[in-house]
């Protein structure tokens, strides 16, 4: 079983900085794509960032130039590094990996994080 763990939400003001992790654990043989996605009250949740596996990124046009993801791929762990906060950054963040748990099954699995709130005041 693997499971994603958050961390780093938490209230901030507009202008300000927060730096999201994200570490998957348990049986684990290899990790592709990560990504944070955001959803916000009475939205649908939507893609902040992505990276895959060699380091290539992409972003939401609303969070360009102030987010950037990146990833420790020895410690399995995912990273948000938001800058310039503004209160419509204000959401639950969900940590998302697409996991290969075992060499004897090809499969990618995606697998979720349990969300970690951020919450930006005017």
């Known amino acids: 079983q693997v499971q994603l763990v958050e961390s780093g939400g938490g209230l901030v003001q507009a202008g300000g900085s927060l730096r999201l992790s994200c570490a998957a654990s348990?049986?684990?043989?290899?990790?592709?794509?990560m990504g944070w996605y955001r959803q916000a009250p009475g939205k649908e949740r939507e893609l902040v960032a992505g990276?895959?596996?060699?380091?290539?990124?992409n972003y939401a046009d609303s969070v360009k130039g102030r987010f950037t993801i990146s990833r420790d791929n020895a410690k399995n762990t995912v990273y948000l590094q938001m800058n310039s906060l503004k209160p419509e950054d204000t959401a639950v963040y969900y940590c998302?990996?697409?996991?290969?748990?075992?060499?004897?099954?090809?499969?990618?699995?995606?697998?979720w994080g349990q969300g970690t709130l951020v919450t930006v005041s005017s």
């Open positions: 998302n990996a697409n996991i290969r748990h075992s060499i004897w099954d090809p499969r990618y699995l995606e697998v």
């Open positions: 990276i895959t596996s060699g380091g290539s990124t």
């Open positions: 348990g049986s684990i043989f290899s990790i592709n794509a």
